[in-house]
Each structure stands twice: as structure tokens, then as C-alpha cells.
């Protein structure tokens, strides 16, 4: 998940050098600089690189701002006129400065330390592009898929074509793991999940496949609950990603099929004490060392107090134990 950002007060000195979380972005030495702050300060196996899931869209011609205190603003794509005026051509090569990064990254990082590279998946994109931004219940996106819109189809078959590339280029910069981030999956029941979440990142890991890629892809599908199982199955992701409400025996089952990465509750780590001790404590007991990928259910709040989070890395390796 995230452990960049806002509750870092390095990070957010350098957010200002930068001038603005997009100028951050496409700075290769500064968004470096970004990914190795917490693990300057945390004893982590793995970096998350530095960046954001609506460079895509961005790179697609979509404009987007990131208004203070407000989140992203993208212009809004309602119609095939909409999608028409995208340019999948050329898209993957706006996101040079991201490879770049990649590349610092990978040279400055310790050995035993795993870089894991993004992208969102075409859902999510999709609804912060039809949406123009975030939105509390996404009904704009979700009738125009139930509706089976074709500008829809067309938008997510654009995202899934620069997700791939997108992708193989980070793994050949240097990205040893990708993770797919679906923060908004859980809005399509049964007859929509099947074409707009799992198809979409079926269809990124065999173009990832195709490109050569052979890296193992973390799907975090959030809010699937009981149809984790199908995700996996069906997606071939070596790892799922598991917000914190899904219960522990539960990713315990899934394990049969793949690996799993969470789930702590991230307000787990804001409150700390023995709650934060006794969470840790559950997710290693249930778990299988060689089929678990510790980690939140989902990213850091901006207000979480860092001595908590190392608390957590402390206890996560007292009861881990076996390194
Ligand atoms: O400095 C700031 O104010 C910006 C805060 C911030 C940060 C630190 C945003 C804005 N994005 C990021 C970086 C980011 N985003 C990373 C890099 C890794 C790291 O921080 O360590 C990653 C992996 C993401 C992924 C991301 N961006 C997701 C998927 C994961 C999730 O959290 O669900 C989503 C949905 C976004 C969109 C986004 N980016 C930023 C905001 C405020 C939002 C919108 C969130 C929403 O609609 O609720």
C-alpha cells in the first residue's frame, strides 16, 4: 500500500521543493528521493514506487489538477466523442520520467530491498475519468457499465492497453513486482465483476506475459469479500491484497490459491497500544510466512504518529522471529 506521503514531514518538505504532488511526480530524482524515506526511517523489505495512478489517464490526454485539500480533478470522459479525443498512441512514452525514477530507485536500493511498481486497474481509472475526480458512490460509471456503453468498453479497453505498457516498461526499468490497485472494485456485483474487474487484469498479466515481463503481480481488488477467491482464480495474480474488514481465516483459505498481502486496519496503527500489538500478532499467527505479505488493508492516513508505525515494524518482526 502507500507508505510514502503526508505523515512524513521529509515528504512533505519535499513536496514543496517540488512545487506540487504532479511536479513530485515527474520528478525522477525527487520521487526517488520520496520512495526511500520511509525506508530511511523503517526497517521494510520493499519500496513502493513514487507516483500515482492517474498519471495514466493523464498520459491519455485527460487533464488533471490536484486541488488542495480536494483531491484529483480530472475533465470528465461522458460520450465516444469524449473517448475519441484520447490518444492511446504514444501515452506509454509521456510516462518516461516514471521509468527514470525506476531506475534511480533501483540504484540507490539496498539488495534485500524488493521495488514494487503500480498501475491502477481500468476500473478504478475508469471511474475517477467518467467521474471527473472522486465521487462517493461512482453512479455515473456504474450505470455505464451496467448499461454496457460502448464509449465505456472503449475507455477501459484504452486504459487496459496503456496499463500494459505502462507496466512492462517499470519491470524493465527495473520494478521486481507489480501490484494492480482496484480501490474501487467492490462497486460491481455479479454480472459486471466478471467484465470490468477480473477480465481487465486478466488481460494486463497476460499483456505484461506477452511483453516479457515475468514478474509476480500483486492484485488488490478492495471490497470483494466472498469473490476473492474467484479474483485469483481467475485473474492469475500471485498475490491478492486484502483490506482490513476481510477476515483473517478467510485470507488464512485463500492461501490454497495464492498468496496474500495485508490486511492490518490502518486506524489499528493510528491508535496504537495494545490494539496495533494484538493485530500484528493475529496476522503472523494465521498466516504462513512463505504465502503472507505483511502490509495495512489499505494505505497510511496522512494523521498516523510514525512512532506507531514503528511500533508495528518492531512488533512485526518480534513475532515474525525468523530473521
Ligand atoms: O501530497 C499529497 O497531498 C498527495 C497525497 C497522495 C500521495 C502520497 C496522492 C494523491 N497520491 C499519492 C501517492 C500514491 N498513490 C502512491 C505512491 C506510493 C506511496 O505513497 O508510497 C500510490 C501507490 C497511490 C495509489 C493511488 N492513488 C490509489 C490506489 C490506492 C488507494 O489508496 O486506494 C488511488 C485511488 C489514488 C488516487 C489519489 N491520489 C491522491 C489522492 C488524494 C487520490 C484520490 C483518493 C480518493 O479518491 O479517495
Given at each position: 500500500?502507500?507508505?510514502?506521503?503526508?505523515?512524513?514531514?521529509?515528504?512533505?518538505?519535499?513536496?514543496?521543493?517540488?512545487?506540487?504532488?504532479?511536479?513530485?511526480?515527474?520528478?525522477?530524482?525527487?520521487?526517488?528521493?520520496?520512495?526511500?524515506?520511509?525506508?530511511?526511517?523503517?526497517?521494510?523489505?520493499?519500496?513502493?514506487?513514487?507516483?500515482?495512478?492517474?498519471?495514466?489517464?493523464?498520459?491519455?490526454?485527460?487533464?488533471?489538477?490536484?486541488s488542495?485539500?480536494?483531491?484529483?480533478?480530472?475533465?470528465?470522459?461522458r460520450?465516444?466523442?469524449?473517448?475519441?479525443?484520447?490518444?492511446?498512441?504514444?501515452?506509454?512514452?509521456k510516462?518516461?520520467?516514471?521509468?527514470?525514477?525506476?531506475?534511480?530507485?533501483?540504484?540507490?536500493?539496498?539488495?534485500?530491498?524488493?521495488?514494487?511498481?503500480?498501475?491502477?486497474?481500468?476500473?478504478?481509472?475508469?471511474?475517477?475519468?467518467?467521474?471527473?475526480?472522486?465521487?462517493?458512490?461512482?453512479?455515473?460509471?456504474?450505470?455505464?457499465?451496467?448499461?454496457?456503453?460502448?464509449?465505456?468498453?472503449?475507455?477501459?479497453?484504452?486504459?487496459?492497453?496503456?496499463?500494459?505498457?505502462?507496466l512492462?516498461?517499470q519491470?524493465?526499468?527495473?520494478?521486481?513486482c507489480?501490484?494492480?490497485?482496484?480501490?474501487?472494485?467492490?462497486?460491481?456485483?455479479?454480472?459486471?465483476?466478471?467484465?470490468?474487474?477480473?477480465?481487465?487484469v486478466?488481460r494486463?498479466?497476460?499483456?505484461?506475459?506477452?511483453?516479457?515481463a515475468?514478474?509476480?503481480?500483486?492484485?488488490?481488488?478492495?471490497?470483494?469479500?466472498?469473490?476473492?477467491?474467484?479474483?485469483?482464480?481467475?485473474?492469475?495474480?500471485?498475490?491478492?491484497?486484502?483490506?482490513?474488514?476481510?477476515?483473517?481465516?478467510?485470507?488464512?483459505r485463500l492461501?490454497?490459491?495464492?498468496?496474500?498481502?495485508?490486511?492490518?486496519?490502518?486506524?489499528?496503527?493510528?491508535?496504537?497500544?495494545?490494539?496495533?500489538?494484538?493485530g500484528v500478532?493475529?496476522?503472523?499467527?494465521?498466516?504462513?510466512?512463505?504465502?503472507?505479505?505483511?502490509?495495512?488493508?489499505?494505505?497510511?492516513?496522512?494523521?498516523?504518529p510514525?512512532?506507531?508505525?514503528?511500533?508495528?515494524?518492531?512488533?512485526l518482526r518480534?513475532?515474525?522471529?525468523?530473521?
Amino acid at each position: 500500500m502507500r507508505q510514502a506521503g503526508r505523515y512524513l514531514p521529509e515528504y512533505r518538505k519535499t513536496r514543496e521543493e517540488a512545487g506540487s504532488f504532479l511536479d513530485l511526480c515527474y520528478n525522477p530524482a525527487l520521487s526517488a528521493e520520496v520512495t526511500f524515506q520511509p525506508l530511511r526511517r523503517f526497517d521494510l523489505d520493499a519500496a513502493i514506487l513514487f507516483a500515482d495512478i492517474l498519471l495514466a489517464p493523464q498520459a491519455l490526454g485527460a487533464k488533471l489538477s490536484f486541488s488542495a485539500g480536494e483531491g484529483p480533478v480530472l475533465e470528465p470522459v461522458r460520450s465516444m466523442e469524449d473517448v475519441k479525443g484520447l490518444k492511446l498512441e504514444g501515452a506509454a512514452d509521456k510516462l518516461s520520467p516514471i521509468y527514470e525514477t525506476v531506475s534511480r530507485i533501483i540504484e540507490g536500493l539496498p539488495a534485500h530491498v524488493a521495488l514494487i511498481g503500480f498501475c491502477g486497474a481500468p476500473w478504478t481509472v475508469a471511474t475517477y475519468m467518467v467521474e471527473g475526480g472522486g465521487s462517493p458512490e461512482r453512479l455515473r460509471t456504474r450505470i455505464a457499465a451496467a448499461r454496457g456503453e460502448a464509449w465505456f468498453d472503449a475507455l477501459m479497453d484504452m486504459i487496459i492497453e496503456v496499463s500494459c505498457e505502462y507496466l512492462a516498461r517499470q519491470v524493465k526499468a527495473g520494478a521486481e513486482c507489480v501490484q494492480i490497485f482496484d480501490t474501487w472494485a467492490g462497486d460491481l456485483g455479479d454480472g459486471l465483476r466478471e467484465k470490468y474487474v477480473i477480465e481487465p487484469v486478466r488481460r494486463i498479466i497476460a499483456g505484461l506475459r506477452a511483453r516479457g515481463a515475468d514478474v509476480p503481480v500483486i492484485g488488490f481488488a478492495r471490497g470483494l469479500g466472498a469473490a476473492q477467491e474467484e479474483f485469483i482464480r481467475e485473474t492469475g495474480v500471485a498475490a491478492a491484497g486484502c483490506e482490513w474488514p476481510l477476515p483473517v481465516a478467510e485470507m488464512a483459505r485463500l492461501t490454497e490459491f495464492a498468496a496474500v498481502q495485508g490486511n492490518l486496519d490502518p486506524a489499528a496503527v493510528m491508535a496504537g497500544g495494545s490494539f496495533l500489538r494484538d493485530g500484528v500478532k493475529r496476522l503472523v499467527e494465521a498466516l504462513p510466512r512463505e504465502k503472507h505479505i505483511f502490509n495495512l488493508g489499505h494505505g497510511f492516513k496522512p494523521e498516523t504518529p510514525i512512532e506507531n508505525v514503528e511500533e508495528m515494524v518492531a512488533c512485526l518482526r518480534e513475532f515474525d522471529g525468523a530473521d
